[in-house]
């Protein structure tokens, strides 16, 4: 459902990209007219100062939301299928970032590893399988942010699509999706994703929020990032749609 064609994929210091005009302009602008109220949201202050609707959070409302919501119901549902998977490895792939996985989208992974426990019932712990989900994203204007971090040893890739409608937001208030580097070498390798305070780092690059665009990247040990406080208006809104692929254990 939506276009990974033009992703422009960056491999320092961990696979990064942006990818423009992901959806048509006609299902972009319902799906961003048509996006969640916050009053539907769940206050998550343990990562920075944002708001969260998805499965874990305020499940009900979550899924009350998609079964009232035909066009957000459709995507959730191609988000759950093992299309969208190939889809992300195919475009990750075809941009020098094979990650192994391109076989498991069939479902082949499963059947693969209950074998492997039939060998040698030692390897339970084997039994994994590939999962994806979505989740509706919100920061406040004035000083929404999301501390330095790596993300969860469980996520495999994570996709951050932007949900602003054109002229909705404005630039000065900042909400780009920060590339950052740890100032003591200590803190370079997170693979348990610990979060560090932005005194704590340097930043690279900054990935502008702007409509219609989805950042993708690669979980690794040092895939740090982070969005920085906004300077913007008490009523402006960053919205985002979070896309995780993760890696599940039975």
């Given at each position: 459902?939506?276009?990974?064609?033009?992703?422009?994929?960056?491999?320092?210091?961990?696979?990064?990209?942006?990818?423009?005009?992901?959806?048509?302009p006609d299902l972009y602008a319902e799906l961003?007219?048509?996006?969640?109220?916050?009053?539907?949201?769940?206050?998550?202050?343990?990562?920075?100062?944002?708001?969260?609707?998805?499965?874990?959070n305020n499940g009900r409302n979550y899924h009350r939301f998609l079964a009232?919501?035909?066009?957000?119901?459709?995507?959730?549902?191609?988000?759950?299928?093992r299309d969208f998977l190939a889809t992300i490895f195919r475009a990750l792939s075809d941009k020098g970032v094979p990650l192994g996985l391109?076989?498991?989208?069939?479902?082949?992974?499963?059947?693969?590893q209950i074998g492997k426990y039939y060998e040698n019932r030692s390897l339970t712990s084997q039994l994994s399988y590939l999962?994806?989900?979505?989740e509706f994203s919100m920061m406040p204007g004035d000083g929404g942010y999301i501390n330095?971090?790596?993300?969860?040893?469980?996520?495999?890739?994570?996709?951050?699509?932007?949900?602003?409608?054109?002229?909705?937001?404005?630039?000065?208030?900042?909400?780009?999706?920060a590339i950052v580097h740890p100032k003591d070498p200590k803190n370079y390798f997170n693979w348990n994703n610990?979060?560090?305070?932005?005194?704590?780092?340097?930043?690279?690059?900054?990935?502008?929020?702007?409509?219609?665009?989805?950042?993708?990247?690669?979980?690794?040990?040092?895939?740090?990032?982070?969005?920085e406080p906004m300077r913007g208006g008490a009523d402006a809104l960053r919205k985002t749609l979070t896309i995780n692929i993760e890696r599940k254990w039975l």
């Amino acid at each position: 459902m939506f276009d990974l064609s033009g992703l422009q994929l960056r491999y320092e210091p961990y696979p990064i990209g942006l990818a423009k005009n992901i959806f048509p302009p006609d299902l972009y602008a319902e799906l961003a007219a048509s996006y969640p109220p916050v009053s539907e949201f769940r206050y998550m202050p343990n990562l920075g100062r944002k708001y969260s609707l998805a499965e874990a959070n305020n499940g009900r409302n979550y899924h009350r939301f998609l079964a009232s919501t035909p066009v957000w119901k459709k995507f959730h549902d191609w988000v759950k299928s093992r299309d969208f998977l190939a889809t992300i490895f195919r475009a990750l792939s075809d941009k020098g970032v094979p990650l192994g996985l391109e076989h498991h989208a069939s479902g082949s992974l499963i059947t693969r590893q209950i074998g492997k426990y039939y060998e040698n019932r030692s390897l339970t712990s084997q039994l994994s399988y590939l999962n994806s989900r979505f989740e509706f994203s919100m920061m406040p204007g004035d000083g929404g942010y999301i501390n330095p971090h790596t993300d969860a040893p469980h996520k495999l890739i994570t996709l951050v699509v932007s949900m602003c409608r054109e002229g909705e937001w404005d630039q000065a208030a900042g909400g780009g999706t920060a590339i950052v580097h740890p100032k003591d070498p200590k803190n370079y390798f997170n693979w348990n994703n610990r979060n560090l305070a932005f005194d704590d780092v340097d930043i690279s690059t900054t990935w502008e929020f702007l409509p219609n665009q989805c950042i993708i990247f690669v979980k690794t040990f040092n895939s740090w990032h982070a969005v920085e406080p906004m300077r913007g208006g008490a009523d402006a809104l960053r919205k985002t749609l979070t896309i995780n692929i993760e890696r599940k254990w039975l």
